[in-house]
């Protein structure tokens, strides 16, 4: 699956966003990847994760071509209601998150399947960041480095 703009494309055929879901309905017990661009619109990349999380899909891995080093790991996790950012094993709430993203010129995402079926936690986190200017903002399937004590 790949995203262009806001068109998403499924083993090469493009779909609408009505579409999707009734798809994705038959990949629930299916690792389903999500491809973009080097520059995706977050708005459309946490749209596609949201239908496929709507629509049952277990797990779900989003990834984007390499983003330039170093990048920031931040691991996005949904518990007791709330979103959760982590980043080099601190956990940030969304105002510590922000002035922390001023100082980074890239991101890369790392989520599990997140149990937030509105699709927020992508949603806040995306327009976090770039609302505090950074560059580049990618998607990875692999979990980020371990702590360094």
Known sequence: MTAEGCRTQVDGRYVTAGALPALARRWRHRLVRVETPPDPPYRCVGATIFALQQAGVARIASETPPLPAPA??????????????????????????????????????????????????????????????VGKIGFTAEPPPAPRD
């Open 72 to 133: 920031v790991s931040l691991r996005l996790d949904f518990a007791g209601g709330r979103c959760r950012y982590q980043v080099d094993g601190r956990n940030l709430d969304e105002n510590q998150l922000r002035v922390a993203a001023r100082r980074w010129s890239a991101v890369r995402i790392w989520a599990e399947t997140l149990p937030d079926r509105r699709g927020g936690c992508f949603v806040a986190a995306f327009r976090i960041l770039e609302t505090a200017g």
